[in-house]
């Protein structure tokens, strides 16, 4: 498995989405249409995240039991992250060209389908960072008021594996969703030329 490859490759997939975005050669806005402002802005929000949420928890949750209330998120938080995987990248889907991102390019690139696989995944997270940001910095900084740090870290850690899970999910759905329009649109052809050949004879 070629790691430099995946890593050459998401970004490849990340900018093709961006420019997809573009409107009559428009420059497309937003964070992630620069790498390096995406990267500061997912880095600013993460300890903004924490700050806040420890001034919070600090001041506000003082009175109840918050350190009950650190253990619930960490053991609902993985499966809330694959949810939001998901669903982020079925709206990231619909927000596409047909031709962005398509799995058909395995087909013809030097690229082994995990790679590809890897690649769109970490594509996905590269827009998922300012979000992810703000839900780490806010679990982390929760769970340094709580002194429950260790804790907050295994939940990230296994909220991350249910990110990658997620996006996985979205993968197989994507190739399954391709497989199945190609099969329909060649049966749909093969059917229009024998519709052909009746009517000719």
Request: net charge positive; aromatic share 10%.
């Amino acid at each position: 498995m070629n790691f430099k490859l995946i890593l050459h490759f998401a970004k490849i997939l990340a900018l093709a989405s961006v420019r997809a975005k573009r409107v009559n050669d428009s420059t497309p806005k937003g964070f992630a249409k620069s790498p390096k402002i995406n990267i500061i802005f997912g880095v600013a929000a993460f300890l903004v995240a924490a700050v806040l949420v420890y001034f919070f928890a600090t001041g506000v949750l003082e009175e109840l039991d918050s350190a009950v209330f650190m253990v619930q998120i960490s053991i609902f938080l993985p499966s809330i992250m694959t949810l939001m995987a998901v669903m982020y990248g079925v709206l990231f889907e619909f927000s596409q060209s047909s031709s962005v991102g398509s799995s058909d390019v395995i087909n013809w690139l030097p690229i082994h389908p995990i790679e590809f696989v890897l690649a769109s995944v970490l594509s996905m997270l590269y827009f998922l960072a300012p979000l992810l940001g703000i839900v780490y910095g806010a679990v982390i900084g929760l769970s340094i008021s709580t002194g429950m740090l260790d804790v907050g870290i295994i939940g990230l850690l296994v909220s991350t594996l249910g990110l990658f899970l997620g996006t996985f999910t979205l993968e197989i759905m994507r190739a399954i969703t391709n497989r199945v329009s190609s099969s329909v649109y060649k049966r749909t052809g093969r059917t229009t030329v024998i519709v052909r050949m009746v009517l000719f004879v």
